[in-house]
């Protein structure tokens, strides 16, 4: 059993959000100088008690925690900013422009979930609860807002969502990376791209790894999931690679005039080969991002491409 809490840094703590019971899937990163703390992501609200544990464990009083950012304004990384808005009061927001109105009216945003998750959306993401506009604080690119003990940089990373920021903690060049740096789990050297609808934007994204790859970072901190050192190059490069070919797989496929079904098909079984290699196992992976929302980001990347 992996602990609630793991120490980074003297100063930055992950909180394991053990999403759906699985240990290693979900991360929020709590940055506290012994006065006050500035959060990272907030996870889904399904597992806003479990952050709230975390915050505590770490030993960081509720009424200390100030500041909240978050990456992108999917589910799995902001989901639980409203109930925490409400149970913390005194807290404020930190989003991209274009994420803010889906923060203080989540309607639109749950209907464009739903598409993927149907019937289990209450399950995997708990009730979403609207942060009150007045709260939010949006940042654009270059940004910078003081957080307990350092400067937290706003880096505009566009490919998985238009709206996605990185977030540069200026103490200790960590990249806190949301979704843009792919999915990476601890234990197995493989980097997934989650590549759901609707905003999925391949040369935007490889843009976004190029000015990622250009910052002296002394690590990357994704969602999914914790702290990676040594040899960034290997991460870019291995998330570029897989970016590409399976956006080549699904363009052809599309091409061959196969349907979503087909396609998933095909993923699977290339990601079945990729973690034979590497005598891993995917189920945590497939945790953290389904082929549903996979498939669909990248056949509806395509169909945009040829139409326009
Ligand atoms: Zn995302």
Known sequence: MTA??????????LIDLQFQGRVEVIAAYLIYDGDTAALVETGPASTADTLLEGVQAAGVPLEAL??????????DHSGAAGVLAGRLPWTTVYVHPVGAPHLSDPSKLLVSAARIYGDKMETLWGRIAPVPAERIVTLNDGDAVAIP????????????????????????ALLFTG??????????????????P???????????????????????????????????????NDLEQRLVTWGELTRAALARGEGAVEILARLKAQAADEFRALKADPSSYDVAVSYESLVAGYVRYWSKKNSG
């Open 198 to 236: 609707p905003e999925l934007d391949l040369e935007e994204w490889r843009a976004s790894i190029a000015k990622l790859r250009a910052v002296d970072a002394s690590g990357v901190c994704p969602t999914h999931f914790g702290l990676f050192r040594g040899n960034l190059a290997w991460h870019w």
């Open 149 to 172: 003990g350092s400067t937290l940089r706003a880096l505009a990373t566009p490919g998985h969502a238009k709206h996605h920021h990185t977030f540069f903690d200026e103490r200790s």
């Open 179 to 196: 979704d843009v740096a792919g999915v990476r789990l601890p234990g197995v050297k493989y980097v997934r791209p989650p590549t759901p």
């Open 4 to 13: 609630l809490i793991r120490p980074l840094t003297e100063q930055i703590t």
């Open 66 to 75: 100030r500041q909240i950012f978050v990456t992108h304004i999917h589910l």
